[in-house]
T-cell receptor, first 117, second 114 residues
Framework: AQKITQTQPGMFVQEKEAVTLDCTYDTSDPSYGLFWYKQPSSGEMIFLIYQGSYDQQNATEGRYSLNFQKARKSANLVISASQLGDSAMYFCAMSHRSGGGADGLTFGKGTHLIIQP | DSGVTQTPKHLITATGQRVTLRCSPRSGDLSVYWYQQSLDQGLQFLIQYYNGEERAKGNILERFSAQQFPDLHSELNLSSLELGDSALYFC?????????????FGPGTRLTVT
């Protein structure tokens, strides 16, 4: 079975500092994808970044980058130059395709990030 | 704005009742996923439809059912509601038929069962 572990329930970071949110995963599937989503207090889920298991380079999207270490089964999210608007819950999630079929995402429990001025 | 719409935003109902949640995917997306977010269970995948056909099932209770219509909108039906069904229900859509494609989430429907 797949599992996503986010070990930081909460983090406080000073504005403009870089932030690393940890995510480790467990799967026996050779093909999978890793996602990060942001959930502000308003409740919506905002897609941030995606990394495929066969991608050679780490994914980047603006201030977001994904530090993918396949051998360690980790997919940490790095936010550069944090802003007050980055305060939110952040979820790491994994997809897989087992037996040729489809499936939904498996989510971690999330990290509550608070950016302080 | 993700382009995925969900109605209603809020729903308050009593135990034993039945409700229907509605989702319209982004233009061009053929897959619709339903997720439940609760304090004790976190975010859980319920069910996926692709182009009108059921593709995958997650932790969906037998009291719950879903369908996707020819215009690709989807409905999630929850019956014999219990207090524990109170949660935020998300619909997400993607272009492809498997979960390696990015999923874009709607704003959610907050269900309160009293």
């Amino acid at each position: 079975a797949q599992k996503i572990t986010q070990t930081q329930p909460g983090m406080f970071v000073q504005e403009k500092e870089a932030v690393t949110l940890d995510c480790t995963y467990d799967t026996s599937d050779p093909s999978y994808g890793l996602f990060w989503y942001k959930q502000p207090s308003s409740g919506e889920m905002i897609f941030l970044i995606y990394q495929g298991s066969y991608d050679q380079q780490n994914a980047t999207e603006g201030r977001y980058s994904l530090n993918f270490q396949k051998a360690r089964k980790s997919a940490n999210l790095v936010i550069s130059a944090s802003q007050l608007g980055d305060s939110a819950m952040y979820f790491c999630a994994m997809s897989h395709r087992s037996g040729g079929g489809a499936d939904g995402l498996t989510f971690g429990k999330g990290t509550h990030l608070i950016i302080q001025p | 704005d993700s382009g995925v719409t969900q109605t209603p935003k809020h729903l308050i109902t009593a135990t034993g009742q039945r409700v229907t949640l509605r989702c319209s995917p982004r233009s061009g997306d053929l897959s619709v996923y339903w997720y439940q977010q609760s304090l004790d269970q976190g975010l859980q995948f319920l069910i996926q439809y692709y182009n009108g056909e059921e593709r995958a099932k997650g932790n969906i209770l037998e009291r719950f059912s879903a369908q996707q219509f020819p215009d690709l909108h989807s409905e999630l039906n929850l019956s014999s509601l219990e207090l524990g069904d109170s949660a935020l229900y998300f619909c997400a859509s993607s272009v492809g038929d498997d979960s390696s494609y990015e999923q874009y989430f709607g704003p959610g429907t907050r269900l309160t069962v009293t």
